[in-house]
């Protein structure tokens, strides 16, 4: 797989995640939600923090904004490293899999560092409100955006049996995450990490071996 086929999926990825999130941010007031199946709903929500919403704050005695400032520069070296991964492999003519996993990746990486960078003083608050793009009163500034969340898969949504130790009576949800196109990528590229391993991280393609063979 060449540059410009990675950078043509790159681009998609991006167009499609920025494009629902604005729209979602410009149209629904946070905690807002709707069914589109009984197991699916687009329920818009806002992550100050890493995956699953974690915050670096939750876990190191700074404040939330200096956990915010950390985790987006930390982003950005972490796409620094995946993009460099990724013009390597193309560069070595790795395997399809690989690059098309780590073109994903990267894809992902870019559309959730473009909120923590830039929504912040792109948009104003969603409480209460529809968020108003290039708002004249930004919720924030750069490096301070939060990331767009709609995506949430409740497909069971139930309560634990009473009998149940320690848990009875509370609720259960599955799969009770929500998350973006983005995350979505992000996810695909490692599963086919995992999945398809030694297809990813076996030989090159065909094409490049024999040219390395005639040499």
């Known amino acids: 797989?060449?540059?410009?086929?990675s950078l043509i999926l790159?681009?998609?990825?991006?167009?499609?995640?920025?494009?629902?999130?604005?729209?979602?941010?410009?149209?629904?007031?946070?905690?807002?939600?709707?069914?589109?199946?009984?197991?699916f709903k687009i329920l818009f929500i806002e992550n100050e923090?890493?995956?699953?919403?974690?915050?670096?704050?939750?876990?190191?005695?700074i404040s939330d904004s200096?956990?915010?400032?950390?985790?987006?520069?930390?982003?950005?070296?972490?796409?620094?490293?995946?993009?460099y991964?990724?013009?390597?492999?193309?560069r070595k003519a790795a395997s399809k899999t690989l690059v098309i996993a780590v073109s994903l990746i990267f894809a992902g990486a870019i559309g959730n560092i473009i909120d923590s960078?830039?929504?912040?003083?792109?948009f104003d608050d969603s409480y209460n409100?529809?968020?108003?793009?290039l708002s004249d009163e930004p919720y924030g500034k750069l490096f301070y955006g939060k990331v767009v969340d709609m995506l949430y898969f409740?497909?069971?949504?139930?309560?634990?049996?009473?009998?149940?130790?320690?848990?009875?009576?509370?609720?259960?949800?599955?799969?009770e995450p929500v998350f973006n196109i983005a995350d979505t990528a992000i996810s695909t590229g490692v599963g086919i990490l995992v999945v398809f391993n030694k297809k990813a991280f076996g030989k090159k393609d065909e094409v490049k071996v024999e040219a390395d063979q005639k040499v």
Do not use: C
């Open 10 to 39: 790159i681009f998609l990825i991006l167009l499609i995640d920025q494009i629902s999130k604005i729209y979602i941010k410009t149209h629904f007031i946070l905690g807002e939600s709707i069914d589109v199946f009984s197991w």
């Open 117 to 122: 960078l830039f929504y912040g003083m792109l």
């Open 1 to 5: 797989m060449n540059l410009k086929k």
């Open 85 to 90: 991964w990724l013009w390597d492999s193309i």
């Open 49 to 61: 923090g890493a995956a699953w919403g974690t915050k670096l704050s939750d876990i190191l005695p």
């Open 154 to 175: 409740p497909m069971i949504d139930t309560v634990w049996p009473y009998w149940v130790p320690f848990v009875g009576g509370d609720d259960f949800r599955f799969f």
């Open 129 to 133: 409100t529809v968020a108003t793009f």
């Open 66 to 83: 200096s956990g915010k400032l950390v985790l987006t520069i930390f982003r950005l070296f972490a796409i620094t490293g995946i993009g």
